[in-house]
Structures are given as structure tokens and as C-alpha cells.
């Protein structure tokens, strides 16, 4: 497809990675000269200097037949005025990034007025994928598919689980409602088979019915408490919708801010939550309103080296869940080892929101692509499809299909069914079919399932 | 420095001139020239080799700047010698400096010949020297960015260390179909012309190797007497076809894409097609007493002369070293000046000269009036200043290399007579990739008197002239070298 990205920050640098080597087309406009300098030497993409919202910027860089335009800059009005002129060129589809709260509340209008396809806040993302993390406590990723019937849960594998040693045929025997889906080992991703042994330290994924993952959880006897409570440091556009979102769900929120006026704005636009004016990295302050009490420490403040260091201060404390935003880090591994498992980056959550939908947009002629998740920082991929009537793999045995491999069917879900399946299950019209694979491994169904065997 | 990963990459490079030499191979089996055993050993050789660099497998394949150019010079290195290969083992040229010197002069897009009597040289060898300067023109890395599958996504440094002009610029996001398009326009044009000779009455061979001589602006003649062999108007036909392939190749692809917007704003080939104007119509007038008067045939000499020399193809259709004064300084400046950038020929570039001018024009503006603020622009665009200051260092570059070249050629004047004439041209019409120059070296001349140190010099004065001073350059740098 060829795409063209507006602005050429950290999210557009990203995206324009990640697309490019993807066989997209990938032209970049920025006004920056240095900025565009380093995209060219070091990506196979086309940049124009100029301004996104200036139309002859627009068609030098081809959007006139362009199929996506993506403005994230860092003004949102800009990006808007982006998208709108690329529309109105003959751009079939338009991302645009709005982070202004301000805008929030008009955005379906404006998004209708304005044309634009689909609106990327990057602070709600982030909140969104917080509260997400809450549901489980030891989870290090939640990610819910097919309407969210099905949840696809990332945690690791501690020496106190008694999924090791096994095969993973015989811990199916085990627990037949849910499916292991991928593992990390070593850094390395693998899609397991049934022979696969479940080693200490591997961070794996499970996925199954909400009900399901949380009886396997159970079992394995983790701690399954919902968080009851918690305590967000930082009072910026994430916690606001956090903070927002929390409540609803019942929550006891506190939220703890070090300038007096942004916290008399916000305890005017949130409702129970207490507000409390101070350093969040104090630890008197920390001490004073009880830290370690709370179930969950989620540090949102605009620099990633408080953040980190309150947090650790937090794990230290034994607070059981410690969420940390880091936006500037490039090696998430060594804030793993520190014992900071949970870490949300806005920037990085725009770039793969956005890489989704884009990845969805380039299937969705053919086989109705319709959601692609990364697991274990974008090594490995899920897909979401519905299989359409006519299809060569309908209604065969999954044991008598041959299927690319390192592929992996894991969840079906028929009606309101949701099947694990095994060798015996077929895939009927209508499924809604689930895989998992490597990075970049499946284009569409087809090329999942490359035949049937013939019956012997 | 990425050692592996500039082996592996030459390697791939190695494998499309082995390629080529089949193809001379089997060409030469059907005309039954005699030379095809030393081709296909030449292009076993070089299979050998390519194939074997290729497995050297790279442990990244992240390639800098400096690695880029470092593969381009490299690549351009081993591709003439090479190629020379055929021309040594066939002993049609005993003294391998010749050799190297041929197939420089064939890949560089020269020229300068070292046969003195070309038209006893088998045609396999004729049809290898023409075929080189097909590849040689648009660059034989864009050729296997083209062909070769993924090579990477920073191969953008090759194709900028190899294509021609102060800013490469890339036509479609992804550098491998920049590469295809570049080549596909190339091949169409050429089989073009290819079918126009044809039509013409050239046997299929003439209008071969004559096709591959102009649209790498290159210069090879299967005749001695160069495009003079053929009718007057097959000579101007020629004369357009070498016009045609030195304009911007981005401009064809503009018209492809109907984008005559950018045809239009682009003021480069406005201006060459200007200059080309001009000095045909100076030296029609300087020559019309010397051609009996008539004023079609100056006309139809100058033209043909000054389209030749501009796109620095170096074909001739009369001896220009026999033309008067005027004439002869026009044609040196005309090779100084070249055609246009992003097409095949060599030389300063026209876009150079119209940044250098209107640079020493603001220069004295700024004389006139110390406050005034003043911007280069081209087409209407600003030019950065990093750009201005970049073609200045170019431009003295350039003449450091001519004049220190002069230099070094001269002193073969302690063992033979050589003039200051045939040394100074000898040096411009290699390092700007043209072919013959004046006196010695004429159109009718060759190269073949000079001594080995002088060809080992001009070999690499052509290498340097075409990959525009910088990649060649750098190899000599220890800093390059470094870890």
C-alpha cells in the first residue's frame, strides 16, 4: 500500500520502520530537515520536506493515490487539517492523532465533519491498556478478542506454577478450556506444539473464555483479587482518563499531583477521587497516604526517571501491582529484570494501535482480517478472521488440514461458543478463527491452510 | 568499516558481470568471432569470485554511509579489472594495464580507446567493450539493486555514491523499484534507438553496439572512423539519441506519469538544451568557412560534435581536433560542463554550473550591497546552503584532480614527445568520461602511446570522474579504514 506519514517523531519514526519493512510504500512528510535526514539514510523510505497541511506537500508526496494517510504531529489541529486535505486529494483512509482532552468530548463531529477514519489518542490508549492490566495482577499483558469473548492473557512463569516439566499435550488433558498460545524463552518467541515443556522464567500467553482463564489462574493458584485500590502519581491527560475510567469500575482512586492549579482542575472534572497536592516521588508523602496499602501504584509522571524510581520504591514496598509509563526507553528488558514488569508507553501503544489497523486495511480485501495483536514485543502476531462460506478449509478435521508451519489455531468461536480446538474440531463458515504465528507470518487464511490431507 | 557485509554486496555485483560475459559469449559463438573461449573462462573467473564473496555472509547488515561508498568503489575497482579479463586472455591486448584500461573506459562510460586499429578486433570483444557501457551508465549497483532481490533497506548510499549529480533523490519509496524504473526507462529508449538504426539501414551489430555507445554516452565505434562510417542522417539521428540520454532520467518518469507540471519547473534541461543551442550555432559559424561554405553541413557537423561532447559520449563525425580555435575551446569547455544530473553521462553537470554561477552571482551582489539577504534557488526551491557549499568543494575537487593528473601524465615527456595539448585534454576527456580530446588524442588518435604509469593514472581518473570524485577518494583515507 502506499502510505503516507505526516510528522516525523518518535510514532512516525516507529510506524515508518515497521511499515516500510512490510513491503508498504512509505513516503514521509516533515518540515524538519535533520528529522527527515536520518529517515532516509537509515530507512528504504521516500521523505518530503514540507508542511502536512499544505496541499502541494501533500501531492508531492503522492496523496492523490495513496491509500492511508497518517498525521501524527505533534499539533492535533494540524493533524486534522492533514487528514482533511488528504481526503478531499483522494486519500482512501486517514489516521489522525488527537490528544487534547478538549477535543475528546467533540470528536465523533468533528471526526464525521472532518472525514477522518479513525482518531488515535495516545493518553487514552495507554489508560485504556492500564485498567486492562488491573483485571489480573500478575498479568504483564491482557488483550481480548472476538468482542472481547475471548482474552489472551501474558504472565510469567514462576517456580511456584505447576505447569513445568509437563508436555504441553498432556497439560491440555489438564485444562481443556484454554490454549498456550506462545512463549517467550531467552528472548527467542516460539509458537509451541505439543511437545513443548514449559521451563521457569518463560513468559508465556494463554487464551480462553474470561471465565476460563480466570479458572486456570485460580487453579494454578495466582493471586486472582481484583485490585480494589490504587494510587496514580502524576496528574497529565493519562491519568485524567484513567482516573475517569477507574472510578466507574468501582475503584478507590487517589491521585497525587505536584502543581496546585492542575490539581484544582482536575478535582473539578473527576468526581470521587481524592486529590492530593504533592511530589509523588516524596516518600514522606507516599508514606503519609498509606502506598502500600493500595493495591495497585501507577506512575504517570511526565519523566520516565521518577517513574521508574517510584515504582521500584513500590515493588519494594510490595505493592502488588506497579504499573510505570516510560516513554523514552529503548530496552524494556533491563527495567525487567529490575522487577518492573509492567510498562506502558504511550507512544509505542499509538505506533502498534496504529500498525493494527493498517495491517487490518491491507487484508481486509481478500479475507476480513480483522484484528492483529503483537505478542511478546511484536516477535509474535495474533490474528482475528472470520472464515467465509467457500473456503477450501471448512468443515475438514484441524488434524487433517495442513497447515503453514509454525501456525497455530487457538480459539473458535462459534455463536456464542468459544472452542479450544484439537485435532477433531473442524472450522465451519462463520467461525470467528484465531492464530497465532511468528511476526509477518500469515497475509490472510489462505495462506494459513496451504491444503487438505488427503484421507488415508 | 562492514567488511563482510561490502563483500557480500561487490560480490552480487560480480555475479551480474559474469552474466553479462555469457551473454558476450553466447553472442560471439553465433557470429563465430573466434574469441569465445577467453570470454567464457573471463566469466568462469568471475563467477568464481562473485560466488564466493557472496557466501562471506555479513553478521548485520547494517551499512553506512561510509560503507556504501566504500562497496561502490570497490565494486567499480573490481568490475574493470574484471572485465578486463577477456580483452587480456584473448591477447587481443598482451599488456594487462591496456586491458584494465579498456574495460575501465567501457564500465566509466569514456571511450578512450586503446586499439589502434579497432575494426581487427573480433566482434565478441567489440560487442563485451559496448555492452559495458550499457551497464556503466546507469551504474552497474543500480543494475543489481535492480535485478538482485532485497538487498537492504540503506542501499540508499549506493545508489547515491553511484548515480550522478549533487543529490540523488529516489523516484518511489522503495529503492529497488527506483532501481527498476531507472533501468526500465533505460531499456525502452535504447530499443528504441535499437530499431530506429535498424530502420536506418544499419546491420543489426552496428546498430547494437552504437545503441549501447550512446545511450551510456560512452563512445565505443566498431569503425575507426567513428559515426563518420555511417550516413548524414543516421550521424544527426545519434547526435539526438545521445541528447536524449543525457537529460534527467526523473524527467521521462515524470512524463510517464503525465506530471508535466515538474517537466515544466524543472529548469535543468531547459538550460542544457540552451547551452547545446548556443554552441552549436558558435561553432557552425567558426567551421562554416572550412566546410566549402555550406551552411547545412556546419550545422549538421557542430550539432552532432556539440551533442557528443556535452553527454560525453565522444563520438565523432569529423576530426574537431582540425576545427579552429574557438571551436576547440568550446569543446573542452562543453566537456568540463557535461549534461545533466540522474542521467548517464559524466562531467561537472549542468546543475552544478547553474549553482556555481549563480553562487559567484550573489557573491557579487553581496559586494554591492553587504546587507542584502540572498538565497540560491532552483526551480524554484532554495537551495541549502550545505548543497552550495557542497558543489563548491566538488568543483575544487574536481579541478585538483585535473590538474594534478596533468601533472602526473606529463612526465611521460621524459621518455617520448607529448604535448601540453594532448596531456591536459587527455586528463579532462577521462575524469569527465568522454573519450577523445585534442592533439594526440583526438578523435582520430588513441591512447595507445602513452606509458603504463600515464594509462594506470587515466584508469583511475575515469573511475574517479565517474562515481564523482568522493567514493574513489575515500579509499584513500586511513580514516576510513579505521574501526
Known sequence: MNIIIVGNGKVGYTLAEYLSRQNHDVTIVDKDKNALTRATETLDVLCVRGNGGNVRSLIEAGAEKADVIIAVTANDELNMVCCLAAKQLGTRYSIARIRDPEYTESLTLLQEKLDIDQVINPERAAAQEISRLLRFPFAMNIESFAHGRVEMVEFLVTDQDDITGEPLSRLHARFPHVQFVAVQRHGEAVIPDGSFVIQMGDRLYVSGEHVAVTRFFKRMAKDTQPIRSAMLIGGGHISYYLAKQLVLLGLRIKLVEINREKCRHLSETLEDVIMICGDGTDREVLTDENMEENDALICLTDRDEENIVTGLYGVRMGVRKVVVKVNRLNTPEVLDELGLDNIVSPKISTANAILRSVRALSHSSSSRIQKVYGMLGGKAEAYEFTALAGSGFLNVPLARLKIKKGVLVCVLVRGRRVIIPFGGDHIEAGDTVILAGKAGSIEDLDDAFTGVEEST | ?483
Open chain 2, 1 to 483: 568499516m562492514n567488511r563482510r557485509l561490502i563483500f557480500n554486496l561487490t560480490g552480487a555485483v560480480l555475479l551480474v558481470e559474469s552474466a553479462m560475459m555469457m551473454i558476450s559469449f553466447v553472442l560471439s559463438l553465433a557470429l563465430h568471432s573466434g574469441d569465445h573461449w577467453p570470454i567464457l573462462l573471463s566469466a568462469g573467473i568471475t563467477l568464481a569470485f562473485g560466488g564466493g564473496f557472496r557466501l562471506i555472509h555479513p553478521a548485520t547488515d547494517y551499512l553506512r554511509a561510509r560503507d556504501g561508498f566504500a562497496v561502490v568503489a570497490l565494486t567499480w575497482v573490481l568490475v574493470s579489472i574484471f572485465g578486463a579479463l577477456p580483452f587480456f586472455l584473448s591477447g587481443v591486448t598482451p599488456n594487462f594495464f591496456d586491458a584494465v584500461f579498456e574495460a575501465a573506459s567501457g564500465f566509466t562510460t569514456t571511450g578512450a580507446t586503446i586499439f589502434i586499429d579497432v575494426e581487427s578486433v573480433p566482434k565478441g570483444l567489440l560487442f563485451w567493450r559496448s555492452f559495458t557501457h550499457w551497464a556503466g551508465g546507469m551504474g552497474v549497483l543500480v543494475l543489481s539493486l535492480a535485478i538482485m532481490p532485497r538487498m537492504g533497506s540503506r542501499t540508499i548510499h549506493l545508489m547515491r555514491a553511484e548515480s550522478t549529480g549533487p543529490s540523488a533523490e529516489k523516484l518511489v519509496p522503495r529503492m529497488g523499484n527506483t532501481a527498476r524504473i531507472l533501468y526500465r526507462i533505460y531499456l525502452v529508449l535504447s530499443v528504441i534507438m535499437f530499431f530506429v538504426l535498424l530502420a536506418c539501414g544499419l546491420n543489426w551489430f552496428d546498430a547494437i553496439v552504437h545503441t549501447f555507445g550512446a545511450a551510456g554516452t560512452g563512445g565505443f565505434s566498431n569503425y575507426a572512423d567513428s559515426v563518420g562510417h555511417f550516413s548524414a542522417p543516421v550521424q544527426t539521428l545519434i547526435g539526438v539519441f545521445c541528447m536524449i540520454f543525457g537529460v534527467n532520467f526523473a524527467m521521462y518518469y515524470a512524463l510517464i506519469r503525465r506530471d508535466f507540471k515538474a517537466i515544466w519547473k524543472n529548469g535543468e534541461w531547459k538550460l542544457y538544451f540552451a547551452i547545446i543551442l548556443v554552441a552549436t550555432g558558435l561553432i557552425a559559424l567558426n567551421i562554416f568557412p572550412q566546410c566549402g561554405r555550406n551552411l547545412s553541413q556546419a550545422i549538421r557537423l557542430a550539432y552532432f560534435q556539440v551533442s557528443s561532447i556535452i553527454t560525453t559520449t565522444g563520438y565523432a563525425t569529423a576530426n574537431f581536433d582540425l576545427w579552429p580555435q574557438l571551436s576547440r575551446v568550446i569543446l573542452v569547455l562543453l566537456m568540463l560542463i557535461g549534461s545533466c544530473a540522474g542521467s548517464t553521462a559524466g562531467g561537472l553537470k549542468v546543475t552544478r554550473v547553474e549553482i556555481l554561477t549563480k553562487n559567484m552571482l550573489r557573491d557579487i551582489r553581496r559586494t554591492v550591497r553587504p546587507r542584502s539577504v540572498n538565497l540560491i534557488k532552483l526551480d524554484g526551491r532554495t537551495v541549502e546552503e550545505e548543497t552550495v557549499s557542497g558543489v563548491m568543494g566538488f568543483f575544487y575537487a574536481y579541478m585538483f584532480v585535473i590538474l594534478l593528473s596533468a601533472v602526473l601524465v606529463s612526465i611521460d615527456s621524459f621518455v617520448r614527445d607529448v604535448s601540453f595539448e594532448s596531456c591536459l585534454t587527455a586528463v579532462v576527456a577521462t575524469v569527465s568520461n568522454i573519450g577523445p580530446g585534442l592533439g594526440e588524442v583526438g578523435p582520430m588518435g588513441s591512447f595507445a602511446h602513452f606509458t603504463n604509469f600515464s594509462k594506470a593514472v587515466l584508469t583511475l581518473d575515469m573511475l574517479v570522474g565517474r562515481l564523482e570524485l568522493f567514493p574513489l577518494l575515500m579509499l584513500f583515507s586511513p580514516d576510513a579504514w579505521k574501526k
